[in-house]
């Protein structure tokens, strides 16, 4: 059974295209191209099932079609229309320079002065230049912490961690 800490989601499927089996895909990371990976993780109603690739190709920088193995028609593409996808965290190589905004979120966000977990990332918001981490505290509260790079300080994708400098004051807000 495939646990939702071992993937992240990196877009959703639109609806079918041709008469193939052919999806649209609108992802937010494209690692499923920079990293061999033989399937995609698709959530159909709560659970996570692997979908083996058969093919895919690129229509634009953040949309691609994709044919998933023994799904031939539209009609068994479109019961995949909709679909959130996911990429095994596994596949994904143990590289922090390399790591995608959307990798992060479910890692454990800890203040580097005092060292205590602040919360979890939920989600990343890089609608605007300024990238922001949405934070969910222990206490059930959401935080919107900046995203520089010149305030993480570490990024440890085993353990699943971000250690960051968080300027004074950012917390009582």
């Given at each position: 059974m495939i646990k939702r800490e071992d993937v992240y989601k990196i877009?959703?499927?639109?609806?079918?295209?041709?008469v193939r089996g052919e999806l649209q895909f609108r992802f937010t990371d494209d690692v499923f191209d920079r990293v061999e990976a033989q399937y995609l993780v698709l959530d159909l109603e709560g659970i996570?099932?692997?979908?083996?690739?058969?093919e895919y190709r690129f229509r634009t920088d953040e949309q691609a079609?994709?044919?998933?193995?023994?799904?031939?028609?539209?009609e068994r593409a479109q019961d995949l229309a909709g679909a959130d996808v996911y990429f095994p965290r596994s596949f994904v190589p143990d590289d922090t320079e390399r790591l995608s905004w959307?990798?992060?979120?479910?890692?454990?966000l800890i203040d580097s002065r005092m060292g205590?977990?602040?919360?979890?990332?939920?989600?990343?918001d890089d609608s605007t230049?300024?990238?922001?981490?949405?934070?969910r505290t222990k206490q059930g509260k959401m935080l919107l912490l900046p995203a520089n790079e010149d305030l993480i300080m570490n990024v440890n994708s085993k353990k699943k961690t971000i250690e960051m400098e968080i300027p004074e004051g950012l917390l009582e807000l």
């Open positions: 877009g959703v499927l639109g609806k079918p295209h041709g996570l099932v692997p979908f083996f690739m058969e079609l994709v044919k998933f193995c023994n799904i031939d028609t539209e959307t990798q992060i979120i479910g890692f454990s205590n977990v602040i919360g979890n990332v939920e989600s990343v230049v300024n990238i922001l981490f949405e934070v």
